[in-house]
């Protein structure tokens, strides 16, 4: 088993407040028998995952689901221009990649 430092394995947050903010937070703790450490890593974590939560997922009506799997549903149509972005795009890497093999060193 692999030893770590504690450090490393907790970091510190620190927040500044006002006097009135910070007797509230403090009166909230208390009345929820947390300390006032515990009340805010459990309001941040709350928030957290709310925030992540609603970020990352994406809400659609059925309708809307419906529609996006039939389209994906269909075969893909055919875009010029984008092919010959991606044939000069791959030419240009070979062409880099070659030249670097060559070098000393490399």
């Known amino acids: 088993m692999a030893l770590t ?8 947050l620190v927040a500044r407040a006002p006097a009135d903010i910070h007797r509230r937070i403090q009166e909230a ?12 890593l459990e309001a941040a974590l709350a928030r957290a995952d709310e925030v ?26 055919s875009l010029p221009r984008l092919q010959r972005a991606a044939d000069r795009y791959k030419e240009t890497i070979d062409a880099t990649d070659s030249q670097g093999a060559t070098e000393p060193g490399a």
Do not use: W
């Not at 009345?31 to 515990?38: I, K, P, Y």
């Not at 659609?60 to 893909?76: G, K």
């Open 5 to 12: 430092n504690h450090a490393d394995q907790e970091k510190r």
């Open 29 to 40: 703790a208390e009345l929820q028998g947390a300390t006032l450490s515990q009340f805010l």
């Open 52 to 77: 992540t939560e609603r970020v990352t997922r994406i809400e659609a009506s059925r309708e809307a689901f419906d529609r996006m799997m039939t389209a994906l549903d269909q075969p893909a149509r």
